[in-house]
């Protein structure tokens, strides 16, 4: 299985919106509405962000969004934050009953 | 809800790695829970290793599944992984999750394992 694919980097000022996407295939991404997504800052352990596609675990800001058209998911961030600077991973089940990792996005909030 | 992993944080190549991760706060006798493992090796993304559900249904990365054993101790909580054949791409952070289906909603902190000669 490949992993899904991150755009490596985005960036975006304080208040900005953006949109990070991942990438799969019909085999995964395209097969479950079983995407999710983390955030993790340099050295600590990925937080859960968005899962099932588009649900937040509570506790997790609203400035936190997600969809899925096709074998496209898509991660939007609205109203960055300097916290919001951090990597982001993608991930989905698959038809194969395992789980693929994207390969990261760097969000760099300038 | 937390989890631990513990283990060797050296090895060299060629050897094999086994990896514990301890956990409290939920049962892995409860229906729909699995506990996993994922690594990252240094300044890398994230990969997925294998994971065991509470019915002993096993789950494996394909391109892995001939060095990996996973297992669990339902008494002990705790969850086992051994990784044969050591080589140095090995060397990455080793992190247990839980699984609820269908996402890992709590990680554990990690452990660098590092192989070298």
């Known amino acids: 299985q490949s992993a899904l694919t991150q755009p490596a980097s985005v960036s975006g000022s304080p208040g900005q919106s953006i949109t990070i996407s991942c990438t799969g295939t019909s085999s995964d991404v395209g097969a479950f509405n079983y995407v999710s997504w983390y955030q993790q800052h340099p050295g600590k352990v990925p937080n859960l962000l968005i899962y099932d596609v588009n649900k937040r675990p509570s506790g997790v800001s609203n400035r936190f969004s997600a969809s899925k058209s096709g074998d496209t998911a898509s991660l939007t961030i609205s109203g960055l934050q300097a916290e919001d600077d951090a990597d982001y991973y993608c991930s989905s089940y698959t038809r194969s009953s395992t789980w693929v990792f994207g390969g990261g996005t760097r969000l760099t909030v300038l | ?117």
């Open chain 2, 1 to 117: 809800i937390t989890l631990k992993e513990s283990g060797p944080t050296l090895a060299r190549p060629k050897e094999s790695l086994t990896l514990t991760c301890t956990f409290s706060g939920f049962s892995l006798s409860t229906s729909g829970v699995g506990v996993g493992w994922i690594r990252q090796p240094p300044g890398k993304a994230l990969e997925w290793l294998a994971l065991i559900y509470w019915n002993e249904d096993k789950r494996y990365n394909p391109s892995l599944k001939r060095r990996l054993t996973i297992t669990k101790d339902t008494s002990k909580n705790q969850v086992v992984l051994t990784m044969t054949n050591l080589d140095p791409v090995d060397t990455a952070t080793y992190f247990c999750a839980r699984t609820i289906p269908m996402t890992w909603d709590h990680w554990g902190q990690g452990s660098l394992f590092t192989v070298s000669s």
